[in-house]
């Protein structure tokens, strides 16, 4: 029997299992571990029924399949959990003005590296389906509300209004963002490296020496 799953809290905390009985969410819980250990391909339904305690046949008759349970997963997750995420980001942590390139680095990636070993499991999940599913990956840009790109820009507009920042196209500053963290986020998920306080620092350290403005 699956224990208390931490990572079913995402969906406690939106109310997305009011209406589900224990087994259910027992099930859901046990999809979550297996899908994350194993990969979607290399599941069954048989594995996860072992898992969360009850005969196979409670997967097929709320969920009806296999493919069906990775959607009970990824669709809230798509739908409202990470937008709901995303309005925290913009109203928590990119309203605030800030006073060097440093601080803004070091508060956004620290909240978003508490956002990934919180929810390891479910994100690791959608991340993968995001690589297999074109219409996915369409409809999660979609989500990604529009305050989110306009507050990055107002911060790199002001961090560059107090030298802060290298006087570079915003979209290409995003993606050496993008592209360092990403870098860690995605050695964290699928390849075991380690999302020490350490690995956070250098990832912050490196991100400052490449975004500074340097005098020729």
Do not use: C
């Not at 963290?181 to 990832?203: C, H, R």
């Amino acid at each position: 029997m699956v224990g208390n799953n931490d990572d079913l809290q995402l969906f406690r905390d939106a109310h997305l299992l009011d209406d589900m009985t224990p087994k259910q969410v027992s099930i859901l819980a046990a999809a979550i571990d297996v899908f994350a250990e194993n990969g979607y391909a290399n599941s069954s339904t048989k594995e996860i029924a072992r898992r969360a305690g009850v005969a196979e046949g409670n997967i097929f008759s709320t969920f009806t399949n296999k493919r069906g349970l990775l959607h009970a997963i990824i669709d809230p997750v798509r739908e409202s959990l990470f937008p709901r995420a995303m309005d925290e980001l913009v109203k928590y942590k990119l309203a605030t003005k800030y006073a060097t390139l440093r601080e803004f680095l070091d508060n956004i990636i620290r909240d978003r590296i508490d956002y990934l070993r919180n929810n390891q499991k479910v994100i690791k999940i959608f991340v993968a389906e995001l690589f297999y599913d074109q219409s996915l990956r369409r409809q999660f840009v979609k989500k990604f509300p529009v305050a989110y790109w306009l507050q990055f820009d107002r911060q790199f507009i002001h961090l560059k209004h107090l030298g802060q920042l290298v006087n570079w196209n915003n979209r290409e500053i995003g993606a050496v963002m993008s592209g360092i963290i990403g870098e860690v986020f995605f050695g964290y998920l699928f390849f075991g490296q380690p999302l020490s306080d350490k690995t956070v620092q250098n990832t912050i350290n490196t991100l400052v020496d490449v975004l500074t403005p340097h005098e020729a």
